[in-house]
C-alpha cells in the first residue's frame, strides 16, 4: 500500500515536473526568472497534496499553485429562488429550456431567425417573443439573468472567422446596450472557443472590457457537451458575469477529468468524423459525433458521418441529432413550416446543449464557494486567452487550469445511444471524400479509409431510384461537385 502511494506521488511529481520544463521551453523571455522560483520541497509538498492534475500547464503558469478542490454536491449548498429571465438570441430555445429545467422562468424570447421563430412560439407558446434585437426598447422590468448565445458564424472556424466586427457578431454590442440602462444581477454569454484565438484574442476582449466597465465580475470556462452523457463533442465558451455575486461559484464548483479515447476502436466503437472535410480536417470523434455545426466548409449545414462497429457509413436522423443537443426527438419540426426541411440541421447546429445550460441554472441556485479555489495565475500580455479565466474585484485578470468537463455523466455506446434509422452516406458524398483524401498530408485512423472503400463499393451496387421519383438534396449535389 504504502509503495503503490509513493509511486502515485512520484507519478504527480513527474507530471508536474514536466510540466515546470515545458513551461521553461515556452517562456525564453523568462526562462532564467522562472527557474529560480522553482523549490523542489513546495512541489513535493504540493504533489503530495494534489488530487487532480492538470492535464496541461498554462503558458504563464506560476508558482506556488492552488490545490485542487474536492467536489461538492448541490444538495450540500443551500437552493436560492429561480431567476426571472431574458433570452436573447434564442435559437431554439437551448438556454431557455436549460434554465427552465433548473426552474428558472423566461419572460422574454428574442430571435430574429423564421425558422427558430417557428420553434420558439411552439415549444414557447406563452413567452413573449420579440423579432429583432435592434428595436428591442429596453428589458422587462425585474429581469435578473440576459442569457445570449449571440450568433458565432463570424467567429467560428466554419465561417470566414472575420471576428467580432463581423455584421452578425457585432450584435453582441445590442446586449451591452441593454445592459446599460437596466444593469440586471447576471448575464451568460455563450460561443464557440476559436473567439478566444481569433485576431490575437480581440473578440474576448472587447467582451471583457466592456462588462469590466459596466462594473460586472466575470468567469468564463470552456465546456464540453460530453461532460453530460451526450455523444457529441462539442465544446463552448460559457462566459457568466455579475455585479455582486461571484461568478466562479458557479462557473468552478464543479469538475471532472477528461476521459481518454481508446485505442484502435475501428470495428468496435462507432467514430463520427465530418465527411465534407478530408483535407485540412476530420473532425474524428470516437464513440460521438464531432461538433454539429450551422454550416460547413463547403458552406451548407450537413450532418456528421459515423462509421459503425458493422463497417457501414451512416449519417444520423435529424431527431437523434436533436437527441445530441438535449432536445426531445422532432423539436425543430415546427420549423417546417418556415423554412425547408434541410434547415433544421442549421437549427439544431446553432443551438446551445440543453443539458449544459441545465447544469449553469442549478449551480445558479446553488453556488458553492468552492469554485474560488482553482489553480490559478496571472494573466501576462497574450496573444490568445486561456481555456478558463476570471476577474473578481481587485485581483485583476487571472487564467484557470481546469477540465472542460464539470460532470461526467455516464452514457451507452454511440451506436447503441442511436433510436432513429440513420442513411447510408451515399455513393457521391462518399467518393468526394475519398478524392480529397487522396490530395491530403492528413494522417488518417488505421483501417478507416479500407472501411470508406468498402461502403463506397457497397452502396455503388445498389439500386438506382427511378428517374423523377427522387431528387438529390442540396447536400448530395454539392458532394457530387467535390469528386
Not at 442513411?423 to 462518399?430: F, Q
Request: proline share 7%; with cysteine.
Amino acid at each position: 500500500m504504502k509503495d503503490d502511494l509513493a509511486r502515485g506521488e512520484l507519478g504527480e511529481l513527474g507530471h508536474l515536473t514536466q510540466m515546470c520544463v515545458n513551461n521553461q521551453q515556452r517562456m525564453a523571455d523568462g526562462a532564467d526568472i522562472f527557474a529560480k522560483t522553482i523549490d523542489r520541497k513546495l512541489i513535493e509538498g504540493q504533489c503530495a497534496r494534489f488530487k487532480k492534475m492538470p492535464r496541461r500547464a498554462p503558458e504563464n503558469l506560476q508558482l506556488p499553485l492552488v490545490t485542487s478542490r474536492k467536489p461538492v454536491s448541490r444538495r450540500d449548498e443551500e437552493q436560492r429562488p429561480p431567476l426571472k429571465v431574458a433570452g436573447l438570441f434564442a435559437g431554439i430555445g437551448g438556454i431557455e429550456l436549460g434554465l427552465a429545467r433548473a426552474g428558472h422562468e423566461s419572460s422574454l424570447l428574442c430571435e430574429f431567425e423564421p425558422g427558430a421563430q417557428a420553434v420558439l412560439e411552439t415549444r414557447f407558446s406563452k413567452i413573449r417573443l420579440h423579432s429583432d434585437i435592434r428595436t428591442l426598447a429596453s428589458l422587462p422590468r425585474g429581469t435578473e439573468l440576459v442569457a445570449a448565445g449571440f450568433p458565432c458564424q463570424d467567429l467560428s472556424q466554419a465561417g470566414k472567422a472575420v471576428g467580432i466586427e463581423g455584421a452578425r457578431s457585432s450584435l453582441v454590442g445590442e446586449v451591452f446596450r441593454l445592459l446599460e440602462s437596466r444593469r440586471v444581477p447576471w448575464v451568460l454569454l455563450e460561443n464557440v472557443p476559436f473567439m478566444l484565438q481569433l485576431a490575437r484574442g480581440r473578440a474576448m476582449e472587447v467582451i471583457v472590457a466592456e462588462m469590466e466597465r459596466l462594473g460586472y465580475r466575470w468567469a468564463y470556462r470552456v465546456v464540453n457537451s460530453r461532460a453530460f452523457g451526450l455523444p457529441q463533442r462539442r465544446e463552448r465558451v460559457l462566459f457568466l458575469a455579475s455585479r455582486d455575486e461571484d461568478p466562479r461559484d458557479v462557473l468552478f464548483a464543479d469538475e471532472e477529468m477528461a476521459p481518454e479515447d481508446p485505442a484502435n476502436p475501428l470495428k468496435r466503437l462507432a467514430c463520427g468524423f465530418y465527411w465534407t472535410e478530408g483535407i485540412r480536417g476530420l473532425g474524428w470523434a470516437v464513440d460521438a459525433i464531432p461538433t454539429l455545426k450551422g454550416g460547413s466548409t463547403v458552406g451548407i449545414p450537413s450532418s456528421p458521418a459515423i462509421v459503425l462497429p458493422d463497417g457501414r457509413v451512416v449519417t444520423p436522423n435529424i431527431c437523434d441529432a436533436e437527441r445530441m443537443q438535449g432536445f426531445e426527438p422532432r423539436w425543430t419540426e415546427p420549423a417546417a413550416a418556415a423554412v425547408k426541411e434541410g434547415h433544421r440541421w442549421k437549427l439544431v447546429g446553432n443551438a446551445v446543449t440543453v443539458d449544459v445550460a441545465e447544469w449553469v441554472g442549478k449551480r445558479l441556485r446553488a453556488p458553492s464557494p468552492v469554485g474560488r479555489e482553482v489553480t490559478n495565475y496571472p494573466l501576462a500580455q497574450f496573444s490568445t486567452w486561456p481555456r478558463a479565466a476570471y476577474n473578481v474585484d481587485k485581483q485583476g485578470r487571472r487564467g484557470v487550469e481546469i477540465s472542460a468537463f464539470p460532470e461526467l455523466r455516464r452514457s451507452t455506446h454511440l451506436h447503441e445511444w442511436l433510436q432513429f434509422e440513420p442513411k447510408l452516406l451515399s455513393a457521391k458524398a462518399t467518393a468526394g471524400f475519398l478524392s480529397r483524401t487522396e490530395v491530403s498530408s492528413l494522417r488518417f485512423p488505421k483501417g478507416f479509409i479500407e472501411i470508406l472503400r468498402e461502403h463506397l463499393r457497397h452502396v455503388e451496387m445498389q439500386p438506382v431510384p427511378p428517374r423523377g421519383r427522387r431528387k438529390s438534396t442540396p447536400v448530395e449535389a454539392i458532394a457530387g461537385t467535390l469528386t
